[in-house]
T-cell receptor, first 114, second 116 residues
Framework: AQSVTQLGSHVSVSEGALVLLRCNYS??????LFWYVQYPNQGLQLLLK??????LVKGINGFEAEFKKSETSFHLTKPSAHMSDAAEYFC????????????FGTGTRLKVLA | DGGITQSPKYLFRKEGQNVTLSCEQN?????MYWYRQDPGQGLRLIYY???????QKGDIAEGYSVSREKKESFPLTVTSAQKNPTAFYLC???????????????FGPGTRLTVL
């Protein structure tokens, strides 16, 4: 069975500091992995996705994530946090094309301190 | 502009009443989904539909019902059998065609349902 674990339900960083949001997955088949961002009372917006092409994936708003099979991880990073990055972030795994279901992590709320 | 619309944004319901949440997409996507979001629990799948006139239960289907009569529409009814319906409901769609996409799900803005 597949699963996703996001370590840290709340993360605080100072403006300009590195953002690191952790995601570990469990999958018996090569996974597709996703990071989404959600601002208060809004839907989810895709940040980036891993689809077995490059292991380092660049997304929108300066975010990137690296797929590490040996560590079953897909951590999200951004070199310099901005106040507008404050939101909730969700990691998700899909079994691949033709499969319609995602498994979502429980989310990490990012707070950016001035 | 292509996208997913959900209405209403806020919905209040009295206990014992059924209520229907609307979800419409003009992305020409085959698959549609309903999720429930509660604080600290992430998103949980209620129902999904891969094609018109077909749908399957997700992980928490009890107390909910859906229909898929048109490709563009996937309404969700929260019935009085749902014990704790107060939550944020999100609709999504995707087009799982090999070579065209990689199962990316696109989300609507959500409906916040409150039971009084």
């Amino acid at each position: 069975a597949q699963s996703v674990t996001q370590l840290g339900s709340h993360v605080s960083v100072s403006e300009g500091a590195l953002v690191l949001l952790r995601c570990n997955y469990s999958s018996s088949v090569p996974p597709y992995l996703f990071w989404y961002v959600q601002y208060p009372n809004q839907g989810l917006q895709l940040l980036l996705k891993y689809t077995s092409a490059a292991t380092l994936v660049k997304g929108i708003n300066g975010f990137e994530a690296e797929f590490k099979k040996s560590e079953t991880s897909f951590h999200l990073t951004k070199p310099s946090a901005h106040m507008s990055d404050a939101a909730e972030y969700f990691c998700a795994v899909s079994r691949g094309s033709g499969t319609y279901k995602y498994i979502f992590g429980t989310g990490t709320r990012l707070k950016v301190l001035a | 502009d292509g996208g997913i619309t959900q209405s209403p944004k806020y919905l209040f319901r009295k206990e014992g009443q059924n209520v229907t949440l609307s979800c419409e997409q003009n992305l020409n996507h085959d698959a549609m989904y309903w999720y429930r979001q509660d604080p600290g629990q992430g998103l949980r799948l209620i129902y999904y539909s891969q094609i018109v006139n077909d749908f399957q239960k997700g992980d928490i289907a009890e107390g909910y019902s859906v229909s898929r009569e048109k490709k563009e529409s996937f309404p969700l009814t929260v019935t009085s059998a749902q014990k704790n319906p107060t939550a944020f409901y999100l609709c999504a769609s995707s087009t799982p065609n090999p070579g065209v996409s990689t199962d990316t799900q696109y989300f609507g803005p959500g409906t916040r349902l409150t039971v009084l």
